[in-house]
């Protein structure tokens, strides 16, 4: 089975710090995708990649930047956290552009304090 | 652009059917269906594409009408395993292959 892995569960941070939300996948998938979820408004694309050192913006990029440095790996970065930045961060992960499934990662719950 | 799901949230008996519903207001490309339990990751169900094709495996099945730019889940006979939030995810034009995803409807099936 394909692993999305998320390093961190759980997070609280202090406003105005940088933070580094990491994510790996096994499977040598192409394309990565970070989202945010809210309660009431589903899941929402802040960033996502489709091969190493692309990254384009999502809907809702304020406020974070991307790396993917490696093709496993892509990590989200929050430049200045900020307490509206409270919420689910989900990775994802598909083999390519095309007629598959995301596989989700288990997810990072960032308090901001 | 995001689709809306209907209804928000629904409580069912083991047993009972229950329907889930998908509607954009853009031409759809595809229509993906997750399910999200407490505290977990979304997992996939199925994807449908454009052909107004039905999918299913177990008793749980869909329907894509792109014509009508909707989709529908059927979940025949619940079980309880099937509690959970279900998401659908679409595919527009112009977003890259990337999914826009609803608000999601909550189902907990009771014994």
């Known amino acids: 089975d394909v692993k999305v892995t998320q390093s961190s569960r759980y997070l609280v941070k202090r406003t105005g710090e940088k933070v580094f939300l990491e994510c790996v996948q096994d499977?040598?998938?192409?394309?990565m995708f970070w989202y945010r979820q809210d309660p009431g408004l589903g899941l929402r694309l802040i960033y996502f990649?489709?091969?190493?050192?692309?990254?384009e913006k999502g809907d809702i990029p304020e406020g974070y930047s991307v790396s993917r440095e490696k093709k496993e790996r892509f990590s989200l970065i929050l430049e200045s956290a900020s307490t509206n930045q409270t919420s689910m961060y989900l990775c994802?992960?598909?083999?390519?552009?095309?007629?598959?499934?995301?596989?989700f990662g288990s997810g990072t719950r960032l308090t901001v304090v | 652009q995001q689709p809306v799901q209907s209804p928000q949230a629904v409580i069912l008996r083991e047993g009972e059917d229950a329907v889930i519903n998908c509607s954009s207001s853009?031409?759809?490309?595809?229509v993906h269906w997750y399910r999200q339990k407490h505290g977990e990751a979304p997992v996939f169900l199925m994807i449908?594409?454009?052909?107004?094709e039905q999918k299913g495996h177990d008793k749980i099945s869909a329907s894509f009408n792109e014509k009508k730019q909707q989709s529908s889940l059927y979940l025949t006979a619940s079980q309880l395993s099937y509690s959970g939030t279900y998401f659908c995810?679409?595919?527009?034009?112009?977003?890259?292959?990337?999914?826009?995803f609803g608000k999601g409807t909550k189902l907990s099936v009771k014994p």
């Open positions: 994802a992960s598909t083999p390519g552009q095309g007629t598959y499934g995301y596989t």
């Open positions: 990649s489709y091969d190493v050192k692309m990254k």
């Open positions: 449908l594409l454009k052909g107004g």
């Open positions: 995810g679409t595919e527009i034009g112009g977003s890259q292959g990337n999914l826009i």
């Open positions: 499977m040598d998938h192409e394309n």
């Open positions: 853009k031409a759809l490309y595809s």
